[in-house]
């Protein structure tokens, strides 16, 4: 469906999202955590490893998020800003065993505006397709996690957080009492 570079931009920034809606907690409590987020999701570039460099990434969340919601204009509005802010200069690379893909920033830019950008150039081809509706926020009514729905059939409803799962022993149990 999307290219592979895409398909991931547009996981980790779900990933990265999500850090800041567990239950209340902090998904990126430390400078710690966000390198493990950073190695998870294979960024690349330079780092500065500092709380500010944490604080930066941690702001993005809410901006990123925004694009669950939005419509196709306000998408392409915010996508167009975020490249702006960014001064995104796409360009062809290969690197750590991934073929030609695209980068769109420095590797020496800022951790924060990489990932900005980065997702940016993920929705164009989001956008482009019409695919949008496959940014989703999960179905469970206690969770607003966001999603990527990447299946072929359209029908990823639930987060990775086991949302699915208690949905489906839920509905079972209903079921079970109902039939008593």
């Keep these: 469906m999307f290219a592979h570079d895409t398909e991931a931009a547009l996981s980790a920034t779900a990933a990265l999202v999500n850090t ?19 190695d998870r999701w294979g960024y690349t570039g330079v780092r500065r490893r500092d709380e500010a460099e944490l604080a930066a ?18 998408a392409a509005e915010l996508v167009n800003a975020m490249l702006r802010e960014g001064r995104a200069l796409p360009q062809l690379m290969r690197h750590d065993g991934w073929d030609y893909h695209l980068h769109a920033t420095a590797a020496d830019e800022a951790l924060d505006v990489r990932i900005l950008v980065e997702f940016a150039m993920a929705l164009i081809d989001v956008i482009r397709m019409k695919e949008l509706d496959r940014l989703r926020i999960c179905a469970a009514d206690d969770c607003d996690d966001v999603l ?33």
């Design 57 to 74: 990434v941690r702001a993005l969340r809410s901006r990123l998020r925004a694009l669950w919601s939005a419509g196709e204009d306000e």
């Design 148 to 180: 990527v729905d990447l299946s072929k059939n359209r029908s990823r409803r639930f987060c990775e957080q086991g949302c699915g799962n208690r949905a489906n022993v839920a509905a079972y149990r209903a079921r079970r009492a109902a039939g008593q």
């Design 20 to 38: 800041g809606s567990r239950d209340g907690g902090e998904g990126l409590p430390d400078v710690a955590a966000l390198d493990a987020f950073i």
